[in-house]
């Protein structure tokens, strides 16, 4: 593996905040990333089906302030695509062998989605780094803390279902970090154009995890 890759591991790591844009506009989609940088958030990830999407990672790769992902990746040419745009870390909703190969090539973090400990155990050893989990449980923090204990070498990172109200739980129950989508960046201050709602959101969300980790 690179130093990229090592240096992009450790910071999703230290920061485990990660904020994810999926929206039908590409300029909402700018701006709204903007907001949850300016609130203190070091990890975007924008989804492949966002319009715009890889201007978008190429845009924000540039800001030394964040490192920038791709999600919703479903295909070797969408890895080829996103990397090649500037992504460091590449996210599916599922588990993907040629997907999770093709990262490790390109030297970027790997996060395919899955569900149970045998997806997850099958993940891991095909050479994921981060297993995302999704669909989201009905607990999140409970389904966490069953998978750790047999499985402490996974790091879990957590998306759907994720909320400002629940996000301490779940990375106190193990959780390697957590992925914030609708309870971010709502629908309706997306529509609404209302950035400085999600920018305080943001804002309130790093405040909370910053003093739970002292």
Do not use: C, W
């Not at 990333?33 to 990672?57: C, H, Q, R, W, Y």
């Not at 090649?84 to 993907?96: L, Q, Y």
């Not at 973090?109 to 780094?129: I, L």
């Not at 449980?137 to 409970?142: H, L, N």
């Amino acid at each position: 593996m690179t130093n990229q890759h090592d240096d992009t591991l450790a910071a999703i790591t230290s920061a485990q905040l990660l904020a994810i844009l999926r929206t039908t506009d590409q300029q909402r989609a700018d701006d709204a990333a903007s907001a949850v940088i300016d609130g203190g958030f070091k990890l975007v990830e924008f989804t492949m089906n966002t319009p715009g999407a890889l201007d978008l990672i190429g845009k924000f790769a540039g800001d030394s302030r964040i490192i920038v992902g791709a999600g919703t990746v479903l295909s070797t040419e969408h890895v080829k695509q996103a990397v090649d745009a500037g992504a460091r870390f590449i996210v599916s909703p599922h588990t993907d062998a040629d997907v999770i190969t093709a990262s490790r090539e390109r030297g970027v973090v790997s996060v395919p989605g899955a569900y149970s400990p045998s997806e997850m155990m099958q993940a891991h050893h095909v050479g994921a780094d981060i297993i995302k989990l999704f669909p989201a449980p009905a607990d999140i923090a409970q389904y966490v803390r069953q998978l750790v204990g047999p499985l402490p070498h996974l790091k879990i990172l957590p998306t759907a279902g994720v909320t400002p109200a629940n996000f301490q739980a779940v990375l106190a129950a193990g959780a390697f970090g957590v992925g914030f989508v609708s309870s971010l960046f709502t629908p309706e201050d997306i529509a609404a154009r209302n950035f400085d709602a999600i920018r305080q959101r943001a804002e309130s969300i790093v405040a909370a995890h910053r003093e739970s980790i002292g």
